[in-house]
């Protein structure tokens, strides 16, 4: 969208009244000071979180590990998964910090890594209806 039409936009909006007595001058330069006030470190986190929750296997995953903590070949047989294909959702899942693991031996066990995770997701299954 060009600069021009953003422009007549945001002066039609200011001019109903919606956003008080102000000019569009004014509110563009607070909306773009807000802007600037996001913490992109904050961003990255939040997207690598949502990433890690938009694929059916990762949220498999995690469903499993509200349940118990679990070591990477029990997921592998609960899911029919390959062990590449398990390590390559584990790390993701890692990476987003929505796990951790932990090392017995030759062992590593995974457990939700944030008790807010386990919420969202229980909170999850009462918004869109589940058990």
């Known amino acids: 969208m060009s600069e021009t039409v953003q ?6 909006l200011v001019s109903s ?14 909306l773009k000071s807000r802007t600037r006030a996001i913490d992109e470190s904050r961003i990255v986190r939040t997207k690598q979180m949502f990433f ?5 296997t990762r949220l498999m995953i995690l469903e499993l590990l509200l349940q118990e903590e679990l ?5 592998m047989t609960a899911l029919d998964l390959t062990q590449p294909t398990t390590s390559h ?3 993701i899942l890692e990476r987003s910090d929505l796990i951790a693991g932990r090392r017995d031996g030759k062992w590593v066990f995974y457990r939700i ?3 807010k995770v386990s919420s969202l997701l229980e909170k999850s299954h009462l918004i869109i209806g589940g058990s």
């Open 7 to 12: 422009h007549d936009r945001l002066k039609r």
């Open 17 to 30: 009244g919606f956003r008080g007595m102000c000019r569009s001058s004014e509110r563009k330069s607070q």
């Open 52 to 56: 890690g929750l938009a694929d059916r």
């Open 71 to 75: 070591c990477a070949c029990e997921i």
């Open 89 to 91: 959702h584990l790390g």
């Open 113 to 115: 890594a944030n008790p």
